[in-house]
T-cell receptor
Framework: DAGVTQSPTHLIKTRGQQVTLRCSPK?????VSWYQQALGQGPQFIFQ???????QRGNFPDRFSGHQFPNYSSELNVNALLLGDSALYLC?????????????FGPGTRLTVL | DAKTTQPPSMDCAEGRAANLPCNHS???????VYWYRQIHSQGPQYIIH???NNETNEMASLIITEDRKSSTLILPHATLRDTAVYYC??????????FGKGTRLHILP
C-alpha cells in the first residue's frame, strides 16, 4: 500500500517564477492538506482540499493556490516566487470521516528560490 | 498558536524508555491528542493518538491524564533511530494541524 507521494523531490527556481508541486494521497484517502516548513521551524498549514474544493486556508497570500483532481491527487501552485518561499513543502492526506481523521505526510518537496 | 507546551529538548540513553511530556490545558472535549515525529528533513511521521484512554501501538504508548490537560508519549526501548523532533498536537482530526516547536529527542549511545 503506497503512502503519500510527492514530486518533485527537489526544485530550484528564481525569484518571480512560478512553481507547481504535486501530491498523490495514500490509497483510500480523499482529503489533502498542504504545509510549508521553513528551515528550523514547524510546518505551517497552507490549505486543505476535499471534494475538489478548498475547505480551509491558513494565513498565506493568494500567490499560493491549489487544486484537487477527481482521483484525489492535488497540486500546489506558487506564483511570483520570493526568496522567503524557500522551504520544505509537505502534503498530508486523510480520510474524511467528519472528525477523528489522522493525517499522513509525504516526504516533501524541497523548494529553493534563488 | 499551538495549544500544546513541550520541553525544547530531552536526552535518553539507548535501550531505556523515553518519556516525552506535553501540556494541553485548554484542550476541548472533542479534540484528540496526536503525536508525530520528524526525522531530519523528512515528512512528519504519525505515531499515535488518543482521546481520553491510554493507547498503545507497535511504536509507542500514550498516557493521557484523567483531566486530559497533559499527556506523555512513551517509547519503551529507545534506539538511535528514534532521534527526532517529536510534536504533540491537539486536533479534532478534521482540522488543520497546528505544529508547535516540538521536543528534540537525543538518544545517547
Amino acid at each position: 500500500d503506497a503512502g503519500v507521494t510527492q514530486s518533485p523531490t527537489h526544485l530550484i527556481k528564481t525569484r518571480g517564477q512560478q512553481v507547481t508541486l504535486r501530491c498523490s494521497p495514500k490509497s483510500g484517502h480523499d482529503t489533502v492538506s498542504w504545509y510549508q516548513q521553513a528551515l528550523g521551524q514547524g510546518p505551517q498549514f497552507i490549505f486543505q482540499y476535499y471534494e475538489e474544493e478548498e475547505r480551509q486556508r491558513g494565513n498565506f497570500p493568494d500567490r499560493f493556490s491549489g487544486h484537487q483532481f477527481p482521483n484525489y491527487s492535488s497540486e500546489l501552485n506558487v506564483n511570483a516566487l520570493l526568496l522567503g518561499d524557500s522551504a520544505l513543502y509537505l502534503c498530508a492526506s486523510s480520510l474524511e470521516q467528519g472528525w477523528k481523521n489522522t493525517q499522513y505526510f509525504g516526504p516533501g518537496t524541497r523548494l529553493t528560490v534563488l | 498558536d499551538a495549544k500544546t507546551t513541550q520541553p525544547p529538548s530531552m536526552d535518553c540513553a539507548e535501550g531505556r524508555a523515553a518519556n516525552l511530556p506535553c501540556n494541553h490545558s485548554t484542550i476541548s472535549g472533542n479534540e484528540y491528542v496526536y503525536w508525530y515525529r520528524q526525522i531530519h528533513s523528512q515528512g512528519p511521521q504519525y505515531i499515535i493518538h488518543g482521546l481520553k484512554n491510554n493507547e498503545t501501538n507497535e511504536m509507542a504508548s500514550l498516557i493521557i491524564t484523567e483531566d486530559r490537560k497533559s499527556s506523555t508519549l512513551i517509547l519503551p526501548h529507545a534506539t538511535l533511530r528514534d532521534t527526532a523532533v517529536y510534536y504533540c498536537i491537539v486536533s479534532r482530526g478534521d482540522d488543520k494541524i497546528i505544529f508547535g516547536k516540538g521536543t528534540r529527542l537525543h538518544i545517547l549511545p
